[in-house]
C-alpha cells in the first residue's frame, strides 16, 4: 500500500513552460486535493475532487488545470508557468467524498521552481 | 469561510520541558479538528483529530489537545519535549458544510538541546 505518490519531486521550469504535476493513490479515496505550500501562508486549496468526473476550485485556481477521469490519479497542469508558482505542491486524498470528519493523508510532495 | 488561526509563528522550547502551541478557527457551526505535523522535507502527517465527545483527545508521539468551544481554540500540548518534535505543526479544519479543509499558516517547533 503505497498511499498518495507524487512525481516529480523536484522540477525547474522556465516561464511559460507548461508541464502536469502527477499524484496517484491507492486507497480507493473519493476525494483528493491539491495544496501548495508557500512561506508564512501555510497549506492553500488549490482544486479538489469528490469522485471521478467531478472537480471544483478552491482557494487558489487561477493558473492551474485539474482532471479526474480515475479514482486514482489527480494530475495538476500548469498552463503556463509563472514565478509566483514556484512552491510546493502536496497533493493529499481522503475516504468519502463528503466526509470532512475523515483525516487527509498526504504525498511527500513536488517542489517546483519557476525561473 | 473558516479562518484558522496560529498566533506562533515560531516557538522555541528546551528538551524536556513542556510545549503549547496555539490554535484558533473563527466559525462557531459545527467542525472537526486537526493537527498535522511537517518534519524536513516530508509531506504532512496527523497527529491527532477532534471529531466529537470527550474535548481532550490524546495523539501520536505523546501529543494531546483540548477542543474549546467557547474560545473556538484548539490548542496542542505536549508534557515534555524531544529533539525528535523538531517540526512545523498545522492545525487544520474542516466543517459539515462544504468539502475543505482549512489550514493555520504553521508553528515552527524548534527543540533546543
Known amino acids: 500500500n503505497a498511499g498518495v505518490t507524487q512525481t516529480p519531486k523536484f522540477q525547474v521550469l522556465k516561464t511559460g513552460q507548461s508541464m502536469t504535476l502527477q499524484c496517484a493513490q491507492d486507497?480507493?479515496?473519493?476525494?483528493m486535493s491539491w495544496y501548495r505550500q508557500d512561506p508564512g501562508m501555510g497549506l492553500r486549496l488549490i482544486h479538489y475532487?469528490?469522485?471521478?468526473?467531478?472537480?471544483d476550485q478552491g482557494e487558489v485556481p487561477n493558473g492551474y488545470n485539474v482532471s479526474r477521469s480515475t479514482t486514482e490519479d489527480f494530475p495538476l497542469r500548469l498552463l503556463s508557468a509563472a514565478p509566483s508558482q514556484t512552491s510546493v505542491y502536496f497533493c493529499?486524498?481522503?475516504?468519502?467524498?463528503?466526509?470532512?470528519?475523515?483525516?487527509?493523508?498526504f504525498g511527500p510532495g513536488t517542489r517546483l521552481t519557476v525561473l | 469561510a473558516q479562518s484558522v488561526t496560529q498566533l506562533d509563528s515560531q516557538v522555541p522550547v528546551f528538551e524536556e520541558a513542556p510545549v503549547e502551541l496555539r490554535c484558533n478557527y473563527s466559525?462557531?457551526?459545527?467542525?472537526?479538528l486537526f493537527w498535522y505535523v511537517q518534519y524536513p522535507n516530508q509531506g504532512l502527517q496527523l497527529l491527532l483529530k477532534y471529531l466529537s465527545g470527550s474535548t481532550l483527545v490524546k495523539g501520536i508521539n505523546g501529543f494531546e489537545a483540548e477542543f474549546n468551544k467557547s474560545q473556538t481554540s484548539f490548542h496542542l500540548r505536549k508534557p515534555s519535549v524531544h529533539i525528535s518534535d523538531t517540526a512545523e505543526y498545522f492545525c487544520?479544519?474542516?466543517?459539515?458544510?462544504?468539502?475543505?479543509?482549512?489550514f493555520g499558516t504553521g508553528t515552527s517547533l524548534t527543540v533546543i538541546p
Open positions: 466559525s462557531s457551526v459545527s467542525v472537526y
Open positions: 493529499a486524498s481522503r475516504q468519502g467524498g463528503g466526509s470532512p470528519y475523515n483525516e487527509q493523508f
Open positions: 486507497m480507493n479515496h473519493e476525494y
Open positions: 487544520a479544519v474542516s466543517q459539515n458544510t462544504g468539502n475543505q479543509f482549512y
Open positions: 475532487s469528490v469522485g471521478a468526473g467531478i472537480t
